[in-house]
């Protein structure tokens, strides 16, 4: 290989035939004068342009299209030379760092000697090392081309801000599980919010027996054996759920909060009482309808109850997780959109109250297609306000453009599924982790469950792995009418 | 099929590639065109009615040679040269070639003599005719050895075929350095005793009448045709031994000077044509056979980057870039050497 130029942070080397070098690989640029290498990683392979190539082909190609029959005598084995030159490549290469006694820095300002330096390939291996990405909490994410394992901290999702994004049927959710899976293992605690019942199995192996996180997933199905009494909730979370779920407007809000104080004083909050509340408050009619039909809506629910003990599911399990490290899976499957929402309002809104109070330590945050059941204001608020309390989301979605622009710009890391849309993919490019032309070029060739790795868990340098397998029971499968 | 010939062209080119091992060249590529350099006395004129042409299709293979010469690189003591051929048939509707080569030569003032010689040895023990060239200047040696090849090319056709046509590249004139009379003759002999016809075609002609390039003059007639020309003189030593015309095969603008073998009667002269305008794809005038033998036989500039890297790689000849000396003094006003 042969540096053959440099623009900006890209790096331009010739490859012969003999040099199998491809996209995602990294190669090292060794100026042994200065000291000093480069690590550049390759984004993509294209043909060198030969001259003379052009006529090559359309030489062999004279009879209407078919190849023209002949032999050819060669006597000094001229061919295999032509094809050497004919095949040659160049591999368009962005800088990632620069090596410098046995240090890494993210620098790219020098320029290596083009006609002194050598150039080889770098096992990733030996750039993980180098890079020293697999740290104390290690995560095995799959294999690398080279075979390899690709580990990561989980302390790199520690107060971080996550997406998995990629195509249909690339394997997003078998990563997040992996994920949940490993965090468990450490004793985190995970909420998912789960909106096609993916995560119910977590605890169950692929034939169908317990397996070591059995006890760890908590499954909680709303209005079924998760329900809420009104007097766990504390008035900010309701008035959540009321504003922000069922659109409540401000003038009624304010007079829910009076009746609200009012039942409290009385230590009256119950569903009954609280109807007859607004039956009876001295209001304005419209006011008393809008606040009628919020109520109608959640005693509907049926996600709310005044049975206490109904109603400790989810106390229960955070406190479990709290010791032992566990997922409470909220099953959203077969929930209506309304009732997702004041679902999710009231998740939130008991994570923050738990936090708050150190109940809670921190929480890793799985969303899956979180703009189905989270309202606008609170994508700002989980990636900033939340994240100071502990919350650590991990947004999982195929739709990349559902989530907002400046996520992307302030994700820590991302995990990139395969991805052909044009449109799909410029939305993920606007992450400001890596440059727009890598993901553009590598994402677009990923096989299924093949990953490209962003971010701080791999300290900013782009890995794809082929993520391993699970024993767990799969679930979430779509259903088919021939299949 | 007498192969003395390749043979001793593979068993030269490494030879004189080993002599040198270890020495410098200047990348430098220089396409070497062939041309004609006949001399003609002023009397050549056209006949004023051409011969209209209708085509022939019984089945008739159409063979053609075509050979290229480059100067690929120069070293200290001489020039790195690339030669190549081709060999071209149609038969019933399908296009067949025999490509061989390249063949690359380093010549030296030191080894000119020794390689030309050894190679025109090589030619005669096939051709029976006793050597008497000298070997060409250095300059002349590029042109000299593909001539060699393409003699031996056009030789192997004409022993080989039966009833076809044999088209070459130029024209049928002999006596001249790189084409000896008497080799010629032989050539078309033996083409004659199997039943061919030979034709040459010539891209280019320094033939004029009355001061106008005869393949410039224009007839009213509708293609394809041929016209006759009388009274072609040319300085000794050189002889034409082919009948001259100029032949506008097809529409469009071109008209090619077509000599064929001037033993063959008129009538089968004519016929020849016709029977290649009945085989043949005719574009431009121009035989599609012949054009494949040149498309094949060209270098393109891929192939002589390889054959670089071939000399560096397999012979030890080290890549030097000596400074132009055109571009170092008179800078964006200086358009290379070559």
Not at chain 1, 424 to 437: F, H, I, K, N, P
Not at chain 2, 276 to 286: A, E, T
Not at chain 2, 302 to 331: S, W, Y
Request: include cysteine; glycine fraction near 6%; aromatic fraction near 6%.
């Amino acid at each position: 290989m042969k540096l053959y130029k440099k623009e900006g942070n890209a790096i331009y080397v010739l490859s012969f035939p003999n040099e199998t070098v491809e996209k995602g690989d990294y190669l090292l640029v060794e100026d042994d004068e200065a000291r000093r290498a480069l690590i550049a990683q390759v984004i993509d392979v294209q043909f060198a342009a030969v001259p003379g190539v052009l006529e090559e082909l359309l030489r062999s190609l004279p009879d209407g299209g078919e190849l023209l029959q002949g032999e050819d005598v060669d006597p000094l084995e001229i061919a295999p030379h032509i094809t050497y030159i004919q095949d040659a490549s160049v591999l368009i290469c962005k800088i990632r760092a620069t090596v410098e006694n046995d240090s890494l820095s993210p620098s790219s300002s020098w320029l290596p000697s083009r006609s002194q330096s050598t150039i080889k390939k770098l096992p990733i291996s030996t750039l993980l090392k180098l890079a020293k990405i697999s740290g104390k909490l290690p995560i095995v994410l799959g294999a690398m081309k080279d075979s390899s394992l690709l580990t990561i901290d989980a302390s790199s999702l520690d107060g971080r801000l996550n997406i998995i994004t990629g195509k249909k049927e690339t394997g997003k959710s078998h990563l997040s599980k992996l994920l949940m899976i490993n965090l468990l293992g450490y004793k985190a605690t995970v909420v998912v919010f789960d909106l096609n019942g993916e995560y119910l199995s977590l605890g169950i192996t692929s034939d169908g027996k317990r397996n070591i996180n059995h006890d760890k997933i908590h499954v909680l199905t709303p209005s079924q054996n998760f329900k809420v009494a009104l007097k766990q909730l504390s008035l900010h979370v309701l008035l959540g759920i009321l504003v922000h779920a069922l659109h409540l407007p401000g003038t009624s809000a304010r007079e829910f909060r009076r009746i609200w104080k009012e039942l409290k004083q009385r230590d009256s909050l119950t569903l009954h009482e609280l109807g007859e509340a607004i039956r009876n408050w001295n209001c304005n009619q419209q006011v008393r309808d809008a606040l009628f039909s919020r109520y109608h809506t959640l005693v509907n629910s049926g996600f709310f109850t005044d049975n206490v003990a109904e109603a400790a599911l989810l106390e229960e399990s955070l406190l479990k997780a709290r010791e032992e490290g566990g997922a409470i899976v909220i099953n959203l499957r077969n929930t209506s959109t309304i009732d997702r929402q004041i679902v999710v309002e009231h998740i939130l809104g008991r994570l923050v109250e738990s936090l708050t109070n150190w109940k809670l330590k921190a929480v890793f945050l799985f969303a899956e297609e979180a703009h189905l059941y989270l309202r606008e204001t609170y994508w700002d608020d989980i990636v900033t306000r939340m994240r100071h309390f502990g919350i650590f989301t991990t947004f999982i979605t195929n739709q990349p453009d559902t989530i907002r622009e400046n996520i992307y710009r302030q994700a820590d890391n991302i995990f990139l599924f395969n991805f052909t849309n044009e449109h799909d993919l410029d939305v993920v490019s606007r992450a400001s982790r890596v440059d727009a032309e890598t993901v553009r070029s590598i994402a677009r060739d990923l096989p299924p469950h093949n990953c490209l790795v962003l971010g701080k868990v791999v300290r900013d340098f782009p890995i794809v792995a082929n993520i391993k397998a699970m024993d767990v029971k799969t679930m979430g499968e779509t259903r088919l009418f021939f299949g | 099929m007498d192969t003395t010939l390749p043979h001793q062209f593979t068993r030269l080119s490494l030879y004189s590639l080993g002599r040198g091992h270890n020495h410098y060249f200047q990348q430098k590529e220089q396409l070497i065109q062939q041309v004609s350099t006949e001399e003609t006395v002023q009397t050549l004129r056209l006949k004023l009615e051409p011969m209209l042409l209708k085509p022939r299709h019984e089945q008739t293979v159409v063979a053609a040679v075509d050979t290229s010469t480059m100067k690929i690189a120069e070293t200290s003591t001489g020039i790195v040269i690339a030669v190549r051929g081709a060999n071209v048939w149609k038969q019933r509707e399908n296009y067949r070639y025999t490509r061989i080569g390249p063949f690359i030569f380093q010549v030296t003032e030191e080894n000119k003599r020794e390689v030309y010689n050894a190679l025109e040895r090589a030619y005669l023990t096939s051709a029976r005719e006793p050597g008497h060239q000298s070997a060409p200047s250095l300059l002349q040696m590029p042109t000299r050895i593909a001539n060699l090849l393409e003699r031996w090319l056009q030789a192997m056709l004409a022993k080989t075929l039966n009833n076809g046509l044999i088209l070459f590249d130029g024209s049928l004139t002999a006596g001249t350095a790189d084409t000896p009379t008497r080799r010629m003759k032989e050539i078309l002999k033996d083409g004659r005793e199997r039943g061919n016809a030979i034709l040459a075609f010539s891209k280019m002609t320094n033939l004029r009448v009355n001061g106008s390039l005869i393949t410039d003059l224009a007839f009213e007639q509708r293609p394809p045709y041929l016209v006759e020309t009388i009274g072609l003189r040319l300085k000794p030593p050189m002889v034409p031994l082919g009948e001259v015309y100029v032949a506008k095969l097809s529409s469009g603008n071109c008209a090619f000077r077509l000599d064929i073998d001037a033993e063959v009667p008129h009538e089968l002269r004519v016929e020849a044509v016709e029977r290649l305008l009945g085989n043949d794809l005719v574009s431009q005038s121009y035989p599609e056979t012949l054009r494949l033998a040149h498309i094949l036989c060209t270098f393109t500039a891929n192939e002589v980057l390889a054959m670089q890297h071939f000399i560096t790689r397999k012979c030890g000849l080290q890549i030097i870039n000596r400074p132009d000396m055109h571009k170092l003094l008179f800078g964006p006003f200086g358009k290379g050497e070559s």
